[in-house]
């Protein structure tokens, strides 16, 4: 069965330091790979996707994810965090099927 | 190009009560899901409604939970009664189509306290 690990409950960086999120999947194949982005008291907003093709995916709001078929992950990057990035992120897969699975959700704080 | 709608957005009642949330998808959107997400955990999807027929609710508590999807469009989702596990943020999302990958835009969902 496809299931999405986002080892990181929370996270803390300081306003223009770099930021990973990670993501790792369990799938037979290669799947769909997503990451949304949830402020409070909002639904979700997909960031990025990955489909096929190059690795490296890039997303909205100076966000991009790689695709590591060997580590079956997929991490989220960003080369210099804003105060407006403090949100929750979730990584997701879609193994085939039509159903998304949601990892458990990564929250994102920065400080000053 | 409106979102998706969702009302209400929070909601209390006593537990053996019941609850209807309702959902309006983007428009032309043939794909509908429900999701309910707990606090701490990602959404997981309840049901997945193609047009006006369900495609998926195998994680659906269909001794309590029911929902339809009336001429393609609106959705309504109705927990009778509720119990205190059913506190959750329910999430509505739809989608253009329902292929693999196809991006799922979210309403801003309702917040369920059941006491």
């Known amino acids: 069965a496809q299931s999405v690990t986002q080892p990181d409950i929370h996270i803390t960086v300081s306003e223009g330091a770099s930021l990973e999120l990670r993501c790792n999947y369990s799938?037979?194949?290669?799947?769909?790979l997503f990451w949304y982005v949830q402020s409070p008291g909002q639904g979700l907003q997909l960031l990025l996707k990955y489909f096929s093709g190059d690795t490296l995916v890039q997303g909205i709001k100076g966000f991009e994810a790689e695709f590591k078929r060997s580590q079956s992950s997929f991490n989220l990057r960003k080369p210099s965090v804003h105060w407006s990035d403090a949100a929750e992120y979730f990584c997701?897969?879609?193994?085939?099927?039509?159903?998304?699975?949601f990892g458990a959700g990564t929250r994102l704080f920065v400080k000053a | 190009e409106a979102g998706v709608a969702q009302s209400p957005r929070y909601k209390i009642i006593e537990k053996r009560q019941s609850v209807a949330f309702w959902c309006n998808p983007i428009s032309g959107h043939a794909t509908l899901y429900w999701y309910q997400q707990i606090l701490g955990q990602g959404p997981k999807l309840l049901i997945q409604f193609q047009n006006n027929g369900v495609v998926d609710d195998s994680q659906l508590p269909k001794d309590r939970f029911s929902a339809e999807r009336l001429k393609g469009v609106d959705s309504t989702l109705k927990i009778q009664p509720a119990k205190l596990e059913d506190s959750a943020v329910y999430l509505c999302?739809?989608?253009?189509?329902?292929?693999?990958?196809?991006?799922?835009?979210f309403g801003p969902g309702t917040r369920l306290t059941v006491l």
């Open positions: 997701a897969v879609d193994g085939g099927g039509f159903k998304t699975i």
């Open positions: 999302a739809s989608s253009f189509e329902r292929f693999g990958g196809n991006e799922q835009f």
């Open positions: 799938y037979g194949a290669t799947p769909y």
